[in-house]
């Protein structure tokens, strides 16, 4: 008896996982579980992504007022040197300020970011970010203009090695 691997048995398994793979992908694109996408399609093979087709993204809904929501997730700072020695108060404010990141609204409202505050500074001086512009940034409650946000337009008139 000889044991013999159909080779198109295992071109079939490798195709079946591409598929799966590819619906994967294109559910989590469409804001949907990957996972159990995988797993349909490695079900139902080439159906998977023509039925995902079918399916409409999943979009998070903008909060009251028309103001859009935020998530932010932040990388994890557990890998900062412990061995250099404690920043002043001045530079704990600078380093945060630096690190900040900032979202705006361009001129068709769409969000776009996130971007440092060198970013926003560029696009001020070049004039594509205005006193009307809306903007937001973690611990804020909503987008603001930056005319309302003092702070923000004086960062934003600062010389590039000032911040």
Known sequence: MSTHTDPNMLLSFILLLIIASFTAYYANRKGRNPL?????????????PLILMFFPAVKNEGSKNGIPTMTVSRPDSSLEHLSQPPPSEDDLKRQEEENKLWYYLDESHQQVGPVS????????????????????????????????????????NKPVSSV
Not at 36 to 48: C, E, K, S, T
């Open 117 to 156: 505050i060198i970013a926003l500074r560029e696009l001020w001086n070049r004039g594509q970010l205005e006193l009307n512009s809306y903007v937001w940034s973690e611990g804020m409650a909503q987008w603001e203009k930056v005319d309302n946000l003092p702070e923000l337009k004086a960062a934003l």
């Open 36 to 48: 159990l996408w995988f797993i349909i399609g490695v079900l139902l093979g080439i159906f998977a």
